[in-house]
């Protein structure tokens, strides 16, 4: 035991002597600061002999720091340095090892072949290549730049299909006594292959809906981008929750290759539930129940319902994927709905259906829905409407966060009509356009939002709330209440108008960190039935932004400056909205 505890306490001081100890020190010599000094000092070995370390050590680390300092300047097109190293003592100092370094004159590079033979030579990548390459006759030789055109041309070919691609001359030949350098290299792509059977496991869609999914099929050129769109695609179907895409290379014949795609699929049945408060709906509530698929063709449904002060609402959609399944779909969709605000109680029911498709961004629609509407302004006793409406929708929509956007635009159109003659309590032509843009100005993001609507109907009186123009609000005119402006009855209550028009822009900057922000905004805007009288009303004030989990956390305080009272009001938004 004695003996045991003797050798732990020697061992602990071995320890905390060479945890004291002072080591020899390093210092190169004849190069500036630049890639050189840089990739020598990464190259050479560590230095960790103590200062009492034998002589023949540091004999043994200089001749191996030189050859490594050797290396690190051949590899930049340096073949001729020279190179001296001492190890210069002094009595009351630590040994320091000293590299004096001469780089020598740069190698220079004299010619460039680069040689594809095969259809391969003709495809866009290929002249890619060539457009970004880096060695070009009378630059320095980096060894490391021809490597890397190297591995990128042969990687490009089989990232293409060409998987039999190979090099019949892959030549870096170095005359060092002219510090010339000469560069070969000639790819045989052979021919490139095509997509053979792909086979997806799965057993909840037809075959021929996974086909639709597909953005290739066999018999097209293979590619490594084709493998990437059949999993993007599968996964962003919302089927599956897992897409595993296999190319089956050992089993390729004839020039095709055989494809394998594990899908697992999602839970059939997914539940959402979301909370939040805005100063226009006050506290409010959405639960949706998603069925990812009805049946084998892909069918799905959704439906929710959404409880807020001042809104109640219940909706269902049932989809129907068509030709392209990713883009375009059939809905079906049915919405019940009560709104009690300003002294106007309003209940809605539509029922319709609308076939929608997304290009390059852009989601077009035309849709056909009947609405039926009971309207009470102030208990003036209930007026019901009814429309069979048709029209489109045309958007786009482009954000860096959904969440918290501060780069990026939307855009959305709707333009409807209902004739009289066709179930209709009287013939209307609308249109309703919303924009927004944020930008970022150094540290500031400028943001700017603006809606616009015009209605030309027979009848105003018999126009529901719900097609009715209204002003004011959190998403409005800051500074009023929601749905406050607009044009007036004989009992001066807001009755909602046949037009609509809102400005706003604002100023962020953050404040504490990247997640909270101050702001500045002004808003101008009015509903109203005749251009000429539009009034615009206009509110400015300040607030704060927080990028929570939950999306924008936003408080605002404005000011009106066409109100009665130039009282401050308090705008809060917590959560998406919904």
Known sequence: MLWLLGGLALFSASRAISADAEYASLRIEGLEDGPLLVNVRNTLPPLQLGCDAPAVRFVTYVRNAEERARTALRALGHFNPRIESAVERDAAACPEVVMRIESGPPTRIEAVDIVIDGPFEHETSAQRFFENLRLRVGDTLNQGDYDRARDDLINRARARGYLDARYSRRVLRVDTENNQAFVELTLQSGERYRFGTISAGQDILRPELITRLMPVAPGDPYSSDGLAGISSNLAASGYFSDVRVRPDIDRREDGEIPVDVLLTPRKRTGY?????????????????????????????????????????????VYSIPMRDPLTDKLDFFARISREDNNNIVSDAGTLGAQLSRTRNGWTQAVFSEYLFERSEYGGAGRQSSNFLLGGIRLGHRELDDPLFPTRGHSFNVKLQGAAEPLLSSTSLMQAHVKGALAWPLGRMILKGRGEFGSTWVGTFRELPKSLRFFAGGDNSVRGYGYESLGPRNANDQVVGGRHVLVVSGEAMMPVAGENVFGAIFVDSGNAFDSFKDMDLKTGAGVGVRYRSPIGMVRVDVAVPFNASSRSPRLHLGIGAEF
């Open 272 to 316: 959402e539930f979301r909370v939040g408060y805005g100063t226009d709906t006050g506290a409010r509530l959405r639960a949706d129940v998603d069925r990812r698929w009805m049946n084998r063709r892909g069918h799905t449904w959704r439906s929710g319902v959404g409880l807020s002060q001042r809104i109640q609402s219940l909706d269902t």
